[in-house]
């Protein structure tokens, strides 16, 4: 494949909301720039991006993917990034690969919490952004709405490029305002110039709004503007691609992928005003004295590149995406992870177009490749000249929010479940898989119901391992609420040496987790060597409480008198008898149950305070109080019990249409309501019946 220069090539992910045409546009984008010979559609399961068999079975992206395309002398280098929030990791490595960010937004649907997170995303990132308002061909498409949707979410910014002439809800033409041309497409998407339509003084008025927007991007364009001179083209494409770089001009287009409406358009768009990887793929980095550098995009500085995506394949390996910063990547060298400090010994070079891989012998700054079989190189990785060891910044990827239990349908298959979850969240950085010791459950963790779902389908088709998901076990403590002092006296005679121990035990409450022990013995009553037995036996004791089985905490033992016998006690016989005075003394110190209490800080917008105070209620959540938080949201903090938050992600998403998030800590435990004791004593024997 042709090698480009990073002047030449433009990094560009397209994200959005789900659903709104982002594969189909790259689809669109790749068959009218001849890098396909066919149009691929996602309800035949043949396009280019969506090849992994989750994606063509569900007809939706759930992984980021890569389709290069040449249009004129530039290479640009689509990232298609899934619009579902379940599968965000997605977005967040296609944004951070590239400079400049196609958000798609439906022309019937108008501005989505989609469109608002890509937005917001790139802006985070410090990247250009540019509008299409898909989908023109269908019925009840407003451009002009959606427009004004824009200005008011996204502010000044918005520039129409672009823009329709409607006759009887239909596109009659598309109307360039940089060339101040008309374009009429026949049923292969192929334009035709026509006469510039009657619009009256909605076309004035935008041409005038590209005018103002370019004139404040430099100085000389401005005085020029302000004298009352017209821009030439060359300086309306210079003046809108510095705006586009700079952030203060953001491009809208429109168009239809299905029809190829605008689709040509869009490409020019994408080469004239988007930077190039040279203009802003410049990168921040830290090197080895911990020392901010700044790592030029140019093929002549020693090699940088980061790995952006992994791809786990138990029959390919393991599959490195990465970007090159600076420098070249070959096939002879071999870089540093700036993370390890190791060398990496790469394996195949290629470029990708979706699934295909073509062969390279190198990748040069500001292009996008993958390689095969790296060591222990991960998504986030820097890869990096021996002579210059740098390290990027990582990306903070969403924490997962819900968690499910993993219940094998097969014996034995959980060593199974546990190596194909370590290669899955090879591929996935919001996925987390833990072993609770306490709960003696496997916990896989996403950032939603389809995404655990998409997991449990992998783990079936790639590593062979069926497995159905269940609410994981809550980890509650057991305690006691008044002291009481009882004997344990262990005595047994069978012949020869018989045993013998006995003790006297104070248990109380104290504000603690571990035992703690104690002794007042006075008078020699039990030898100071059976001490130590004793605690023995009370920790073994501890494991396990009386009610429900669960660990005992907050207890204090006080050994205080008993007996022993010169020949008959030993340290087991003292053993037993601490045991004999734990059963028998925590019944009747009042045992009860805790629960574990979390310290949640939930995000909703302002209009959803109420009803997101009703719900925090309805789960026994006791409100701390209420601060604005960035963005218009308000933060609600406030403290919860873990056990009823199983299933508060998907509740949170519909009620605030998944602008809201939350953060979830472990706090404390606390007294369970003496109303519940019953279903969780019963919970917990059926799951000691089980093992």
Not at 315 to 343: C, D, H, W
Not at 461 to 487: M, W
Request: charge should be negative; include cysteine; proline fraction near 4%.
């Amino acid at each position: 494949m042709r090698q480009y220069l990073a002047g030449k090539i433009r990094n560009v992910a397209i994200a959005g909301h789900g659903s709104s045409g982002k594969t189909s546009l790259t689809e669109a984008l790749l068959f009218k720039s001849a890098a396909t010979d066919r149009l691929g559609k996602i309800m035949d399961g043949n396009t280019v991006c969506d090849f992994d068999p989750e994606e063509i079975k569900r007809q939706v992206s759930v992984s980021s993917a890569v389709a290069p395309l040449n249009w004129g002398s530039v290479k640009i280098n689509l990232i298609d990034t899934p619009g579902l929030f379940d599968f965000a990791a997605g977005m967040y490595e296609g944004i951070r690969a590239a400079e400049s960010v196609l958000i798609v937004v439906s022309s019937r649907s108008g501005v989505t919490v989609g469109a608002e997170k890509a937005y917001k995303l790139a802006q985070q990132m410090g990247k250009s952004k540019m509008f299409f308002v898909s989908k023109m061909d269908a019925e009840h498409a407003d451009f002009y709405k959606v427009l004004e949707e824009l200005k008011a979410s996204f502010g000044p910014s918005i520039c129409p490029l672009v823009v329709p002439y409607m006759v009887d809800h239909k596109v009659e033409c598309y109307i360039n305002l940089v060339d101040n041309k008309a374009y009429k497409y026949n049923d292969k998407g192929e334009p035709t110039e026509v006469a510039m339509p009657d619009t009256g003084h909605r076309l004035e008025g935008l041409t005038v709004a590209i005018s103002e927007a370019v004139a404040e991007t430099d100085e000389a364009l401005f005085e020029k503007y302000f004298s009352g001179e017209a821009f030439t083209r060359d300086e309306i494409l210079k003046g809108i691609h510095q705006g586009v770089h700079q952030g203060t001009i953001t491009p809208v287009l429109c168009g239809s992928a299905q029809t190829l409406e605008g689709i040509d358009q869009l490409l020019d768009a994408l080469v004239d005003h988007l930077p190039s990887a040279w203009e802003a793929g410049e990168e921040n980095a830290v090197d080895e004295k911990g020392e901010e550098v700044q790592i030029a995009c140019t093929d002549e500085a020693p090699l940088a590149a980061y790995i952006f995506k992994t791809v786990a394949d138990p029959f390919v390996g393991k599959m490195s995406y990465f970007k090159v910063v600076s420098g070249k990547l070959s096939s002879e060298i071999v870089p540093i992870n700036a993370r390890t400090g190791q060398p990496e010994r790469l394996g195949k070079l290629a470029y990708v177009c979706g699934k295909k891989q073509m062969d390279t012998s190198f990748i040069t700054a500001g292009d996008i490749g993958v390689v095969t079989k790296l060591g222990d190189s991960v998504t986030g990785d820097t890869l990096c000249d021996p002579k210059r060891i740098v390290k990027f910044a990582m990306v903070n990827f969403p924490a997962p929010t819900l968690s499910m239990a993993v219940k094998t349908k097969q014996k034995g298959d959980e060593g199974k479940v546990a190596q194909g979850m370590v290669r899955l969240m090879e591929e996935d950085p919001t996925l987390g898989f833990e072993q609770n010791a306490e709960t003696h459950q496997q916990v896989i963790s996403g950032l939603g119901e389809q995404h655990l779902d998409v997991v449990v389908s992998k783990l079936k088709n790639k590593f062979g391992v069926d497995i159905d998901l269940e609410k994981p076990r809550v980890a509650y403590r057991e305690t006691i609420r008044k002291s009481v002092k009882v004997q344990g006296r262990h005595k047994k005679q069978s012949g020869g040496h018989g045993q013998y121990g006995d003790v006297w035990i104070e248990f109380e409450p104290y504000d603690g987790e571990e035992l703690l022990f104690a002794e007042n013995v006075f008078g020699g009553s039990v030898p100071k060597n059976f001490f130590p037995a004793v605690e023995k036996g009370l920790q073994d004791c501890v494991k396990k409480g009386v009610l429900a089985g669960y660990p005992m905490v907050g207890l204090k033992a006080t050994l205080y008198d008993g007996s022993y016998h010169p020949v008959d006690s030993s340290e087991m016989a003292f053993k037993m008898a601490a045991t004999l005075a734990y059963k028998s003394g925590i019944p009747q110190a009042s045992p009860a149950l805790l629960e574990p209490i979390g310290n949640l800080k939930v995000y909703v917008p302002d209009s959803n305070t109420g009803d997101m105070i009703g719900e925090l209620n309805k789960r026994r959540g006791r409100v701390l109080g209420m601060n604005p938080a960035e963005d218009g949201l308000q933060m609600i903090e406030a403290e919860v019990p873990m056990s009823e938050m199983h299933d508060f992600t998907t509740i949170l998403r519909s009620t605030t249409q998944g602008r809201g998030y939350f953060t979830l800590v472990f706090e404390r435990y606390e007294l369970l309501p003496t109303q519940l004791e019953a279903a969780v004593i019963e919970d917990a024997k059926a799951m000691n019946e089980e093992e």
